[in-house]
């Protein structure tokens, strides 16, 4: 599995694509946060918490697998 997952340490643009996953994971951790927050401040936001929460979990899933 290790070998399959070589497209992450490639690199794009000034970084290697293990770098924009953690970007991408630090901004739907925002967009989780900043979901549940107007959910519990009022009662809206569901699909915005679950956007967010499913991104987070998305970009954990490709990124937890170790490195060479």
Not at 21 to 32: D, E, K, Q, R, S
Request: proline share 6%.
């Amino acid at each position: 599995m290790v070998d399959q997952m070589k497209w992450l340490e490639r690199r794009l643009g000034p970084w290697p694509v293990r770098v924009w996953g953690l970007i991408l994971n630090f901004v739907g951790n925002t967009v989780a946060v900043y979901g549940a927050v107007r959910f519990i401040k009022d009662g809206s936001s569901l699909p915005i918490l679950i956007i967010g929460v499913g991104l987070t979990l998305l970009c954990l899933l490709v990124l937890a697998v170790p490195s060479r």
